[in-house]
């Protein structure tokens, strides 16, 4: 009786033993075959940072980059436009940038324009909400959407609002700001977005 | 049985038969040799990648090579300034053949087709062939469309040939060669009287370049290596993981056995 | 109604319940008792029977790669040859997806070789396991048709010459022939049409057809149950008690443990090919194939992957002069052979009008086409494995000399031919692919004849080692 123990105590382990060892195996295994479904690096190279030239670009004129796939938006505000800006603070949800702080916006452009540079707005247009990209209303004056327009941007998607500093409306089906992507300044008229200048 | 034994001589003989028309210098190349694939690096950029690109490999992938990005940038980008782009030539393929005749294939992956040894003795055996259009053949790659790029380094070579009674002196001779060679086996017929059949060709250097013929090896070496990396620029790390994965499984080997064994006690 | 009234599996608590819920609407309990715990498989399972498993296991391995692989690679002409090297460098370890695909290839080849020869050394094949023998050839044919599929897919040289090779295997048929090569391709010549038609075969039609017969594989083997190195059948006899065959062990836990540890082994020799010789110095990956296919340009030297040399040479074997010297005559032999067998005068007549006909085939018509046939048959042949041994025992070890000195003939031709197949032709070589070819043949052929009159000993009652 107690040599069949004996027997069954070391068959136990020795199952336990080579059950987690496997398990272990298998699972690590399993980690490159997951991995691989991430970016290559092509898709990296694809998505490294790019060089805007702003030096032709009017007040009032907005331009467009590609970045990631994504489109960014570089809109080179007039002086009526930022006077705008101050006036929809009472508008929109976050007026001061805080939620999401690190990943919506950068420390630099956590301020009232949104921006390093108060004339250049540098965003990604994209709408927070589903992902459809807003449509420029960049003028103010009556809308169907709002009768009182400050100018921004409207989502033709699910109708969400957003000001000339890319912040949210309140009591839109958007959650949060359009995201300010890292971006800086070569010179004042080039600028390089996707990278922060603390790493270059 | 003895039909067997027949048909074994047979297939051993047969492989012993095979013949290899140019003895290719096997290619002293370490792709764990930072420095020498760094070096290879630049002449591959600076020589072969005017005409020849390597397009599925990204200029990024050189920083594997112990290469900052401001190093590769400054020294190592002509055709294009972004770090993120594959080694492109600007050359179409179509102009390519109006111009050479033939597109220089892409050399991505051309040490896996070769293997290193053949490119270590092609890049080593051009001689002068005023029969040829580029003035230039090889022993290697007979008519070869590609010119010697590399002369004004490598001086200039000819061809050479001397005859031979038998296979072993002139093996003999050939064995001491430095670059490639090959013998050519006459029938009876075409020999002349005294019956030398084995003709020896081997390239001689007529005038020097700016490298001695050991710089120039080494050259070769370096660029070659680093084509060889090229080809497969995880093979370093694809060795360090099998390592890894090797002693894994000699534990689940020992762990398996000794279950396989434990359960296999009950079976008489 | 009746799964209703199912007993409750075993004990109490929640994992028990689960299994008696799950148990009461699908044979779970059933299906592990039927095939694991109460498949009696026979105790003297040797170093031979680990390749079935392990057969198995590479299937996996090749479709869980293979579903990694289609997320990036491209059945596009243009794009093919690139995305595969894509794959190898850009992708997040995707060379080691890649290898492991392309060595699981060669690895699935030998283990299927293994565990036919198996077959073959036991005489797994023999009444009643005609029907898993036939499925298994089946299975065989299945994965040569994906490998070919499947190595056109990197769109390297040999890939390319190699399709081209082998549909125009297909134009030496008679009449219909050419017209079905070019439907076969989809063009001219192979090309991208050819390329995404391969790739659907490749990753879907025959894996469902491959993963369909080993399902019925398994399903014949469990019906008939295994076969084992003594040829001797473990049904027959049974303890009186409890109704199980006194040589037979549950395959779980006991085979489960077993080719458990013999799966480790294959990793180990899987992964030191994967990681330190991935193409297995040109055999596994060919170097030509690292040149991208150019329709103008054949190269030097083409030969077909090592799985395909020994059927590739018995290919090229066949000559005009082969056909005349070697094929007719034997022909002819081989009816006078039947006819001198056979009792019946109708079969006879039979027999006399085949040879004929076949006769004036083989007078008339190309060696292509012969070549093209011998090929086939080479293949075909294994199908009928059941009905051609005639010997009265079935294993290897009770069986006579005539049949060990063939068999060992047999498999010393299959690697000389497999071995020319990778080498250029020079005329010795043709010559002994032609002696190798007619071995070959010779050993199926005349296989009635001499497993029948062969002094073999008498087979033991019950199983003998361990």
């Known amino acids: 009786m107690s040599d069949q123990s004996q027997v069954n105590r070391s068959r136990r382990s020795l199952v336990i033993a080579s059950a987690c060892a496997g398990g272990a195996a298998a699972v690590a295994t399993s980690v490159p075959f997951a991995a691989s479904m991430l970016p290559s690096e092509r898709a990296e190279a694809l998505g490294a940072p790019v060089e805007a030239d702003i030096g032709q670009l009017n007040p009032g004129e907005k331009m467009t980059v590609e970045w990631r796939g994504q489109p960014v938006w570089i809109l080179h505000r007039t002086k009526e436009m930022l006077e705008e800006i101050e006036r929809t603070d009472g508008k929109v949800a976050d007026p001061k940038s805080e939620r999401k702080k690190g990943e919506l916006t950068p420390e630099y452009a956590r301020n009232e324009y949104r921006s390093i540079k108060p004339e250049y707005l540098v965003v990604v247009g994209i709408c927070s909400h589903l992902g459809c990209s807003p449509q420029d209303r960049l003028k103010p004056g009556p809308e169907a959407f709002e009768s009182q327009w400050t100018g921004g941007f409207y989502c033709p998607c699910h109708g969400s609002l957003f000001d000339l500093a890319g912040r949210v409306y309140k009591n839109k089906p958007a959650p949060d700001n359009l995201k300010v992507p890292p971006y800086t300044y070569l010179s004042d008229t080039r600028i390089l977005i996707g990278e922060d200048k603390k790493k270059a | ?268 | 109604m009746a799964a209703a009234e199912k007993q409750a599996v075993t004990g109490a608590g929640p994992f028990n319940d689960l299994l008696t819920w799950i148990d009461q609407r699908f044979p779970l309990m059933e299906t592990w008792r039927k095939h694991l715990t109460e498949y009696y498989a026979p105790k003297n399972f040797n170093f031979w029977y680990y390749f079935g498993s392990l057969a198995l296991f590479v299937l996996v391995i090749q479709i869980v790669t293979g579903i990694f692989l289609t997320m990036n690679y491209k059945p596009d002409a243009a794009q093919a040859f690139a995305s595969v090297e894509y794959i190898m460098r850009e992708v997040p370890w995707g060379w080691w997806i890649r290898y492991m695909h392309s060595t699981g290839a060669s690895l699935f080849f030998i283990c299927v070789y293994l565990h036919m020869f198996r077959a073959m050394l036991y005489g797994s094949y023999r009444r009643p396991r005609e029907l898993l023998w036939i499925f298994g050839v089946l299975i065989f044919l299945c994965l040569m048709a994906e490998a070919f599929f499947g190595y056109l897919l990197p769109w390297g040289q040999m890939s390319y010459w190699g399709a081209q090779v082998i549909v125009n295997l297909f134009d030496a048929i008679p009449v219909i022939g050419p017209d079905l090569a070019i439907w076969i391709r989809g063009d001219f010549v192979v090309s991208d049409a050819t390329l995404n038609r391969f790739f659907a075969y490749h990753v879907i039609a025959v894996p469902l057809a491959l993963l369909a017969l080993v399902v019925a594989h398994l399903l014949a083997l469990h019906e008939v149950g295994s076969s084992n190195p003594d040829g001797v059948e473990i049904k027959n006899v049974k303890d009186p008690k409890t109704g199980r065959p006194l040589d037979g062990i549950p395959f779980h836990p006991y085979y489960t443990v077993k080719d458990t540890f013999g799966v480790v082994v294959f990793l180990i020799v899987f992964s030191m090919v994967v990681f330190f010789a991935p193409d297995a110095g040109g055999y596994f990956l060919e170097h030509n194939n690292f040149i991208p296919a150019d329709p103008l340009k054949t190269p030097a030297h083409i030969a077909p992957v090592w799985y395909f040399t020994p059927y590739y040479s018995i290919l090229r074997a066949t000559t005009d002069d082969f056909v005349l010297w070697v094929l007719a005559p034997g022909v002819v032999a081989f009816a006078l052979l039947l006819i001198w067998s056979m009792k019946k005068n109708s079969t006879r007549m039979t027999v006399g009008v085949t040879a004929i006909v076949l006769l004036a085939g083989l007078l008339n018509l190309d060696a292509k086409v012969w070549g093209v046939v011998l090929m086939a048959t080479s293949v075909m042949i294994f199908f009928f494995l059941p009905w051609l041994d005639r010997s009265p025992v079935k294993s290897i070890r009770y069986k006579g000399p005539i049949t060990k000195t063939a068999l060992t003939l047999f498999v010393i031709v299959f690697f000389v031919l497999g071995y020319l197949g990778t080498e250029s032709v020079t005329e010795g070589r043709t010559l002994a692919a032609q002696i190798g070819t007619a071995v070959y043949f010779l050993f199926f052929f005349l296989m009635p004849w001499y497993s029948k009159i062969d002094k073999c000993l008498p087979e033991p009652e019950r199983v003998t080692s361990k």
């Open chain 2, 1 to 268: 049985m003895k039909a067997l034994v027949v048909l074994l001589a047979l297939a051993a003989q047969l492989a012993l038969a095979a013949e290899e028309p140019v003895r290719l210098d096997s290619a002293p190349i370490d792709p764990r040799d930072v420095a020498s694939l760094q070096t290879g690096a630049r002449s591959f950029v600076n020589y072969c990648l005017n005409c020849h690109s390597a397009g599925m490999m990204r200029y990024h992938k050189l920083l594997d090579l112990g290469l900052t990005e401001q190093q590769v940038k400054e020294n190592l980008l002509f055709t294009t300034d972004k770090i993120g782009e594959l080694m492109n030539v600007a050359m179409t393929r179509k102009d390519a053949k109006e111009w050479l005749g033939t597109a220089p294939p892409d050399l991505s992956v051309i040490a896996r087709a070769r293997g290193p040894d053949w490119l270590y003795t092609y890049m080593r055996s051009f001689y002068r062939d005023p029969e040829s259009a580029t003035g230039w053949n090889n022993m290697v790659f007979e008519h070869v469309a590609m010119p010697h790029v590399l002369w004004t380094l490598s001086g200039q070579q000819v061809q050479e040939e001397r005859k031979f009674k038998n296979m072993e002196q002139a093996e003999a001779v050939g064995r001491q060669q430095k670059n490639a060679w090959k013998i050519d086996v006459l029938t009876p017929d075409q020999a002349g009287k005294d019956g030398e059949r084995f003709i020896l060709k081997t390239i001689r250097t007529e005038t020097a370049g700016s490298l001695s013929q050991i710089e120039y090896d080494i050259m070769v070496r370096d660029l070659v290596n680093f084509m060889t990396w090229m080809s497969e620029p995880n093979q370093i790390t694809r060795k360090q993981v099998g390592y890894v994965v090797m002693l894994v499984l000699l534990v689940l080997l020992v762990l398996t056995y000794l279950l396989y064994k434990e359960f296999w006690k009950d079976v008489h």
